[in-house]
């Protein structure tokens, strides 16, 4: 007979997102109220997205003033280190190790605490280095941009790229806590702003038809930044999002569906495709605009809602079309590749999610590649007309 150890065990997680503003005021106490062990100087470094840093002139003079002011409590090991923002940066490991280096170098150890201030690639690089040194140092990951703040920030994955494929090398880790402070947005370009809430869009489409309806209704007001309704569709998508994780039954994804990934497969794909040139955010929107045409084609979607889906990606400016969806070699599409990477990355059978309703999904383990091939057409058609029609 075997002898086995039967192991079984339950670990308790918490942490808090947190939504501010100006997090760096020395009368801000969103941080220091963190702090758990509030009688030792607990040691911090800092990255911070080179963007972020150069439009927020005063951002490292406010973290130094505010390190000052909480000098008893927290204690600021050495300036902040810059770092590039964008996806760029997590194709190169080198950064891990520079990351790597400075943990160690600056004595940061598994009591202390990382700040991550900057968008999501930024996010997921750090988080990667954070969890992984000392096999795994707090993060405090501050988003910068609409879409880590409405998603990527508030959730429990990190990752770099390798050998061309997106997030391949990652983990799933707990941040110690997220805040999201509505002052970073300000500096976004208006494209950067809108890509974010692409996943906003996403998630209102599989889990909220009120978050679509809301989107829906007050698109003039999303466009012109209006406050009121960008706080409310960050804080409800962030909701969801975190919801999800904690509630959802599976916050390290070890099924092999990934139910928040509406729109993903083809996301992941066109990013690689571009040659990343084609932002997260856009690549979602494109991926929504193609799982939704596909959902209508297949009879599952109503052609009402459908067209709900399409006007509501062209009112905010989101792209619902990109060339590299019809990039093919020896008459392949190479989009398709784009379904196994997916399996592969998240293990087991294919899972895609599609749309039965807005607000509401329903997983596939097939797909039909003419009638994607059909969409494709369809989206190139409509995308053609937009532009005439403007
Ligand atoms: N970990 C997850 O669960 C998860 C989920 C979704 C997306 N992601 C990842 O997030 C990344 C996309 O993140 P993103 O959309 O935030 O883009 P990004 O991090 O690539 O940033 C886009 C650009 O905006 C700049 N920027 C950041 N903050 C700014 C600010 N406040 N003002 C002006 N410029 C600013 C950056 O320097 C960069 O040039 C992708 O790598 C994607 O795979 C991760
Ligand atoms: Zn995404």
């Given at each position: 007979m075997d002898k086995i150890i039967s192991q079984r065990f339950l670990l308790k997680f918490n942490y808090d997102v947190i939504f501010t503003k100006d997090v760096f005021n020395t009368e801000n106490y969103s941080l220091i109220n963190l702090i758990k062990n509030k009688n030792i100087e607990n040691k911090f470094i800092i990255f911070i997205d080179k963007n972020v840093y150069k439009l927020h002139i005063n951002l490292v003079n406010n973290i130094k003033n505010y390190f000052f002011k909480h000098n008893k409590i927290i204690k600021l090991q050495s300036d902040p280190f810059i770092i590039y923002g964008g996806e760029v940066i997590k194709n190169h490991y080198i950064l891990v190790k520079y990351i790597y280096k400075l943990i160690d170098a600056y004595k940061i150890c598994r009591q202390s605490y990382i700040i991550s201030i900057g968008g999501g690639a930024l996010q997921d690089l750090v988080g990667f280095a954070a969890s992984t040194a000392h096999r795994g140092v707090r993060l405090i990951r501050?988003?910068?941009?609409?879409?880590?703040?409405?998603?990527?920030?508030?959730?429990?994955?990190?990752?770099?790229?390798?050998?061309?494929?997106?997030?391949?090398?990652?983990?799933?880790?707990?941040?110690?806590?997220?805040?999201?402070?509505?002052?970073?947005?300000?500096?976004?370009?208006?494209?950067?702003?809108?890509?974010?809430?692409?996943?906003?869009?996403?998630?209102?489409?599989?889990?909220?038809?009120?978050?679509?309806?809301?989107i829906e209704k007050n698109f003039k007001n999303i466009i012109k930044r209006k406050d009121t309704v960008i706080k409310y569709i960050i804080y409800k998508s962030a909701y969801i999002h975190a919801k999800h994780i904690s509630s959802g039954g599976d916050p390290f994804e070890i099924t092999s569906s990934r139910p928040l990934d509406f729109g993903h497969w083809a996301a992941h794909k066109l990013e690689n495709l571009?040659?990343?040139?084609?932002?997260?955010?856009?690549?979602?929107?494109?991926?929504?605009?193609?799982?939704?045409?596909?959902?209508?084609?297949?009879?599952?979607?109503?052609?009402?809602?459908?067209?709900?889906?399409?006007?509501?990606?062209?009112?905010?400016?989101?792209?619902?079309?990109?060339?590299?969806?019809?990039?093919?070699?020896?008459?392949?599409?190479?989009?398709?590749?784009?379904?196994?990477?997916?399996?592969?990355?998240?293990?087991?059978?294919?899972?895609?999610?599609?749309?039965?309703?807005?607000?509401?999904?329903?997983?596939v383990h097939e797909i039909n590649k003419d009638i994607y091939i059909k969409s494709i057409k369809i989206l190139k058609l409509t995308n053609f007309l937009k532009n005439v029609n403007k």
């Open positions: 501050i988003p910068t941009t609409t879409l880590s703040q409405d998603d990527s920030g508030v959730g429990v994955k990190n990752g770099i790229n390798f050998i061309n494929k997106k997030n391949f090398i990652g983990c799933f880790s707990i941040p110690f806590a997220v805040i999201n402070d509505y002052k970073f947005i300000s500096t976004l370009s208006d494209s950067r702003f809108i890509e974010g809430l692409s996943e906003a869009i996403k998630v209102s489409l599989i889990k909220n038809i009120n978050l679509f309806n809301k571009s040659k990343y040139k084609i932002s997260h955010g856009n690549a979602v929107a494109i991926g929504i605009a193609l799982d939704s045409t596909y959902s209508f084609l297949i009879g599952i979607l109503s052609k009402y809602e459908w067209k709900r889906v399409i006007k509501l990606l062209i009112n905010i400016n989101l792209p619902i079309y990109s060339k590299e969806l019809n990039y093919k070699k020896n008459k392949h599409y190479l989009l398709f590749d784009g379904l196994n990477e997916f399996r592969e990355h998240l293990g087991g059978q294919l899972t895609i999610t599609l749309l039965k309703k807005i607000g509401e999904k329903i997983d």
